[in-house]
């Protein structure tokens, strides 16, 4: 019964081939993971805070996208992709995303579940207060505020 890997006498050969397999699903992979991300942040004018700390990447999170319509005067919020007109509806939604976490918890340091609140600059304080307080009925005790660290980060 012989092994694999070469010879009975003299090194055993180093194989390429399945190293290079394992690189390009680790590679497909990570670039999967990173466009679904970047799919969830869309672009939009934020409210500038200079003394803003960057997130924890190591943690479960939503992103509420909130854009205001300056001619309606009414907002519109935008979780996953899918776009909700009514903010009554955004509950459920993020109460059911929430108890999917509280099953399956983040490793890092600190497991809870965060909503991250992407309110452009001319979206009111009460609405993103109202977001806030449908973060509170789904259980979500963590918020954070996506904002830019200086002028023209991503106008």
Do not use: C
Not at 50 to 61: G, I, S, T, Y
Not at 78 to 86: A, F, I, P, Q
Not at 133 to 141: F, K, L, T
């Amino acid at each position: 019964m012989g092994g694999g890997g070469g010879g009975g006498d003299g090194d055993p050969e180093f194989q390429i081939a399945p190293m290079i397999d394992v690189l390009l699903v680790l590679l497909i992979f990570f670039m999967s993971i990173t466009s679904s991300q970047v799919s969830k942040v869309e672009k939009m004018p934020l409210p500038i805070a200079p003394n803003a700390l960057k997130k924890d990447q190591m943690r479960n999170e939503a992103i509420v996208n909130v854009r205001w319509d300056l001619k309606t005067e009414k907002a519109s919020y935008v979780l996953d992709g899918r776009e909700y007109k009514e903010l009554k509806l955004l509950a459920p939604q993020l109460k059911l995303m929430k108890a999917i976490n509280d099953r399956t918890p983040a490793k890092g340091p600190n497991p809870k579940y965060r909503l991250v609140i992407r309110g452009d600059r001319d979206t009111h304080a009460l609405v993103i207060n109202r977001v806030m307080d449908i973060a509170g009925q789904a259980g979500i005790e963590d918020i954070a505020f996506g904002v830019y660290n200086k002028e023209g980060d991503g106008n």
